[in-house]
C-alpha cells in the first residue's frame, strides 16, 4: 500500500474486534473502532474511510440499519458485512442494502484480509483518475507523500504538512478535472468539519508559490470558481 489505508471497523464481540484490529494494523491499515451502530455513524460522520468492516448483529442500531444511513450519503465507500447468520437470505438482504462483500462467522482471517486488500484497491481504481504511488513527477518537482515533502525544480526540499501532502495527491490523482469543494472536504478535512473557501484558496496559493514559476498566472494549479479546484497538466 501506499499511503495508510483507513478502515472502520464495527464488531462488539471484544476479542473478535481485538483480533481483527490489531491484524489489520499489522497489514498496515489505519483503524477506528466502533462497538454499536450509533458509534459507527458517528464515526462515519467525522472522518473520510477507505473501507468499512460491518457486523450485522449490534448493540442500539443494527448494521442494515448502519448500512442503509451510511448508502444515503456515501455510494462510494467499500463495506465488508460480517454476520453469524448463515441463511442465503441474509446474505442477500445485506448485499442488496449496499454491502460490497459479506462473509460469515467463523470466517479465515487470512481470507478477510485479502478480501479487504482487494476492495481497497478496487475502490481506489474506481475513483482515481489517475493512480498515483509513493512520489510524482511534475514541471521538475518531485512530490514524496509519503515523507510529506518535495523536492523542487531549484534544487530546494521543503516540507508539506499532512493536509497540503493530502490535498496536493488528491488534485493530482484528478490532472485536468475540477475536483469539488465537497470532494476536498471529504477527503481531507472530514464530514464534521467545513473549511471556508478562503482556508482551500490559502492551500492552493501555497502551491503556487511552492510549483509555479509565476504565481499569478499558474500553470498547474487553478481555482474553479463556485465549482472547485483543479490540477492542469500539458
Known sequence: MNQKSTILLVEDEENLHETLKLNLE?????????????AAMKSF???????IILDIMLPE?????????IRVSNVEVPVLMLSARNSSSDKILGLKKGADDYMTKPF???ELLLRVDKLIIKNKKLQDVSY??????????????????????????????KKETMLLKLLLEHK??????????QTVWGYNVYPTTRTIDNFILNFRK????????PRF?????????????G
Open 26 to 38: 499489522m497489514e498496515g491499515y489505519e483503524v477506528t473502532s466502533a462497538f454499536d451502530g450509533i
Open 45 to 51: 460522520r467525522a472522518e473520510y474511510f477507505d473501507l
Open 61 to 69: 442500531m443494527d448494521g442494515i440499519s448502519v448500512m442503509e444511513s
Open 108 to 110: 479465515n482471517l487470512e
Open 132 to 161: 498515483i504511488g509513493d512520489s510524482y513527477t511534475f514541471g521538475g518537482h518531485t512530490i514524496d507523500f509519503k515523507a510529506q515533502g518535495a523536492r523542487l525544480a531549484n534544487g530546494q526540499n521543503i516540507e508539506l504538512s
Open 176 to 185: 485536468n478535472e475540477v475536483v469539488t469543494r465537497e470532494k476536498i472536504l
Open 210 to 217: 511552492y510549483f509555479e514559476a509565476d504565481s499569478r498566472n
Open 221 to 233: 494549479f487553478h481555482s474553479v470558481r463556485g465549482v472547485g479546484y483543479k490540477y492542469a497538466e
